[in-house]
């Protein structure tokens, strides 16, 4: 079966630090990978995906995440923390069409 | 365009109430899917449907929950009777077939509140 972890339930930065939010995964296929942003008192919704073809892949407002097979990993990045990237962020793997499975989640604090 | 559309926003109930929540998906998406989100467990798939036919219902918790998709623009999860273990917030998402499946588009959520 597949899973997902999410290392670091809160993450906390400064506005305008580097923001790097910790993903790793297990599957016994080449899996499809995903990052859903949720805002207080919203659903999820996508901020970027990986399927096939290149590993850096870009999402909306400014962040990023590298697939990296050698390591399980598909960590999420932004140069520069803005205020308004507070908000609680799930990384989640495809198990089969329609079907994914999410990790707890880690919630960005910006500090001004 | 419409997102996806959830009502009600909001439910307190009492113990042993049966609770309804609504859904409905984005027109011309052919998933529907239900989650269940606590404190405790994290975000849980309860239930999904392709083309309003149940595919996998092995995360829905147990008899009392059930959820049906009538037509492609409306599906009900229903709890009966509740309990206060149920209090969750209750997301209803949909998505379209083919590559873009996995991109699911969430509601806003029902906070789900048994006293």
């Known amino acids: 079966a597949q899973s997902v972890t999410q290392l670091g339930s809160h993450v906390s930065v400064s506005e305008g630090a580097l923001v790097l939010l910790r993903c790793n995964y297990s599957?016994?296929?080449?899996?499809?990978l995903f990052w859903y942003v949720q805002y207080p008192n919203q659903g999820l919704q996508l901020l970027l995906k990986y399927t096939t073809g290149a590993t850096l892949v870009k999402g909306i407002n400014g962040f990023e995440a590298e697939f990296k097979k050698s390591e399980t990993s598909f960590h999420l990045t932004k140069p520069s923390a803005h205020m308004s990237d507070a908000a609680e962020y799930f990384c989640?793997?495809?198990?089969?069409?329609?079907?994914?499975?999410f990790g707890q989640g880690t919630t960005l604090q910006v500090k001004p | 365009d419409a997102g996806v559309i959830q009502s009600p926003r909001h439910e307190v109930t009492e113990m042993g109430q049966e609770v309804t929540l609504r859904c409905k998906p984005i027109s011309g998406h052919d998933y529907l899917f239900w989650y269940r989100q606590t404190m405790m467990r994290g975000l849980e798939l309860l239930i999904y449907?392709?083309?309003?036919?149940?595919?996998?219902d092995s995360g829905m918790p147990e008899d009392r929950f059930s959820a049906k998709m009538p037509n492609a623009s409306f599906s009900t999860l229903k709890i009966q009777p509740s309990e206060p273990r149920d209090s969750a917030v209750y997301f209803c998402?949909?998505?379209?077939?083919?590559?873009?499946?996995?991109?699911?588009?969430f509601g806003p959520g029902t906070r789900l509140t048994v006293l």
């Open positions: 989640a793997v495809s198990e089969t069409a329609g079907k994914l499975i």
């Open positions: 599957s016994s296929v080449p899996p499809y």
């Open positions: 449907f392709n083309n309003n036919v149940p595919i996998d």
């Open positions: 998402a949909s998505s379209q077939q083919g590559a873009r499946v996995n991109e699911q588009f």
